[in-house]
């Protein structure tokens, strides 16, 4: 009987910690939905960007994406976000949807320019760019790879941009000293 008892209260215990590392989770994640005025923005691809995402200015969070949407005449994403009422952007200011990490996770970066005007609430964000996919970027690094084997190929079959005179390996020759 006194063993119940004595594993009763250790596991009251355990989940009383378990809440209060929950609770400080919760806490330093700012986990909170920013409350502010709406803006939009219209994109090519927002593969990865979902609602609830955040909306960071050089890394801190000033917004919530609050919704995804085709527009269907442009056939563009629409991304609907709050940005909190504490920051006014400039008109020329960018979005780009950037990654959290390699394995996933998307955000809204916005990159504000110089403008003395403001976007006012409602408005939209001008210039937006989307980041490209893994398989576009996949197929840049073997093109790139291609190319430059096959610029190595050209200059291995006796076309080189070696100096006259140079031979292969040696520093190119000094002018004399007068």
Do not use: C
Request: proline share 6%.
């Amino acid at each position: 009987m006194r063993r119940n008892v004595i594993e009763t209260v250790l596991g009251g215990v355990v989940l009383a910690v378990a809440a209060v590392f929950l609770a400080f989770a919760y806490k330093s994640a700012d986990l909170r939905k920013v409350q502010g005025y709406d803006l939009t923005a219209n994109f090519n691809s927002i593969t990865g960007l979902q609602s609830g995402a955040d909306v960071r200015i050089s890394g801190v969070k000033v917004g919530t994406v609050s919704g995804l949407t085709l527009d269907p005449t442009s056939y563009q994403a629409v991304v609907h976000l709050s940005v909190d009422n504490s920051v006014k952007l400039p008109k020329d200011t960018a979005a780009v949807i950037a990654s959290e990490s390699l394995l996933g996770g998307k955000f809204l970066s916005l990159e504000p320019g110089g403008d003395p005007d403001t976007i006012k609430p409602n408005g939209k964000i001008e210039f937006t760019q989307s980041t490209p996919g893994l398989e576009q970027l996949l197929g840049q690094v073997i093109f790139s790879l291609q190319s430059m084997s096959k610029s190595g190929d050209q200059s291995s079959n006796g076309q080189s941009s070696q100096a006259p005179g140079q031979m292969q390996g040696q520093a190119p020759a000094q002018p004399p000293k007068l």
